[in-house]
């Protein structure tokens, strides 16, 4: 589930942090609660490092973009997912969360994918894996 996607499919509640426990808080900031997609990339459907996957709603936007992101496996970790890795937090300080997505977040993480699609490679992917630990343990 996208982190801000609540219940009501594709809806923002940007900085909305009522609903979490402490414990799901723990689990969000070291990022645990991403561990259940090991599953998917065990059947296939995932790989380690890729785009992350997004609602529909958000893939209906830009859907050239989409179209060449889609190219690809989905994945857990990614370079957007470490550039926005406060995305809940930038949103929540925004007048308008919605369009701060739609219009500011979206496009360059569409742009950080479609770079990955274009040139990922071995070494590249195992950097992010790296930047991806350096960020969950060390910030």
Do not use: C
């Not at 799901?24 to 059947?43: A, C, H, M, S, W």
């Not at 857990?76 to 977040?105: G, H, M, Q, W």
């Amino acid at each position: 589930m996208h982190l801000l996607e609540s219940t009501q499919k594709g809806t923002f509640h940007a900085g909305d942090n009522s609903r979490i426990t402490p414990l799901g808080k723990f689990l969000r900031k070291t990022k645990i609660d991403e561990l259940p997609q090991l599953y998917n990339v065990l059947k296939g459907d995932m790989s380690i490092v890729g785009p992350r996957p997004e609602v529909e709603k958000w893939t209906k936007v830009y859907p050239e973009k989409w179209a060449i992101v889609h190219k690809i496996k989905p994945g857990i970790t990614d370079n957007a997912s470490i550039l926005f890795r406060n995305e809940e937090e930038i949103l929540k300080n925004s007048p308008n969360p919605e369009e701060a997505y739609k219009n500011e977040i979206l496009p360059r993480k569409l742009d950080l994918y479609i770079d990955y699609v274009n040139n990922h490679s071995l070494l590249g992917d195992m950097k992010i894996i790296f930047y991806t630990v350096k960020v969950v343990l060390f910030k």
